[in-house]
């Protein structure tokens, strides 16, 4: 972070992608965006946006989500491999500089994109310089934390209503990155407890919170007859399936 400032009073550094799938360990990201997000909402120039061929088909249902389509993707987008690549190397050099990187959902995003690497033999986010100490803030598991029994879904779209942020471009990874840093932002200003917490227990924190709820929303589940069901808790990063 900047100084001694509080880590949302800062450059933050949003991050998402828009995929082929909902499993993250298999999905292929299509597009991804790295923005560098400044305290007066400018956007900074070391932002960047990547349109990537996925290597494989883009199925309708993701196509109708995020506008890019199959064929789209194989005539203008990067080699996955170069593209997923150069994302990581984005990431790594932001928080290596400190940058806070706001994920709204990092379970989903970080597990895909350490995927990809893995899928293309590149060095994983957990052998990247900084990567135990990069500080995530995900305001997806803040907001279930500190407003555990509001009613209604928990989606990107209904965090931007709840939270009165104006936003655009929605399931654009620019966008909802943007989107993602306001948000984070409105959270601070809303909870001093969220505003005030230093990086390594706010990190901490996050990944309490992330199984807490996973537990609690397992037995709601459970207990409406999906007996078997099981719900994953762990955050930021999700162990790889072999």
């Known amino acids: 972070m900047d100084g001694q400032r509080a880590w949302h009073d800062s450059t933050l550094v949003g991050f998402d992608l828009e995929t082929t799938g909902t499993d993250p360990l298999t999905a292929r990201v299509v597009t991804a965006a790295v923005v560098h997000h400044q305290v007066d909402d ?37 080699q996955a491999a170069s593209a997923v690549a150069a994302v990581a190397d984005a990431l790594t050099e932001a928080w290596s500089a400190g940058l806070p990187i706001v994920i709204f959902n990092a ?24 990567w135990a100490d990069a500080l995530i803030i995900d305001p997806l598991v803040i907001d279930r934390a500190v407003d555990r029994y509001r009613r209604g879904k928990r989606t990107l779209q209904d965090a931007v ?11 654009s990874a620019d966008g909802d990155a943007v989107a993602a840093c306001r ?22 924190q996050q990944r309490v919170w992330s199984t807490e709820w996973a537990v609690r929303f397992q037995a709601y589940l459970r207990s409406r007859g999906q007996a078997d069901v099981v719900i994953d808790g762990t955050w930021p990063l999700r162990v790889h399936r072999t």
């Not at 900074?44 to 290597?55: A, E, F, N, Q």
Request: charged letters at 20%; hydrophobic letters at 45%; glycine letters at 10%.
């Open 42 to 78: 400018g956007i900074g120039g070391l932002s960047r946006r990547w349109l990537v061929d996925p290597g494989i088909d883009i199925p309708e249902a993701a196509a109708a989500v995020h506008g890019i389509t199959t064929a789209h993707a194989r005539t203008h987008g990067e």
């Open 107 to 130: 379970a989903y995003d970080v597990t895909l994109l350490n995927a990809e690497l893995l899928r293309h033999r590149l060095a994983p986010l957990t052998e990247r310089t900084g």
């Open 161 to 171: 209503q709840h939270y009165r942020i104006q936003a655009g471009g929605a399931h």
């Open 183 to 204: 948000v984070a932002r409105a959270i601070a200003m809303r909870y001093p407890e969220v505003a005030g917490a230093e990086a390594a227990a706010l990190l901490s």
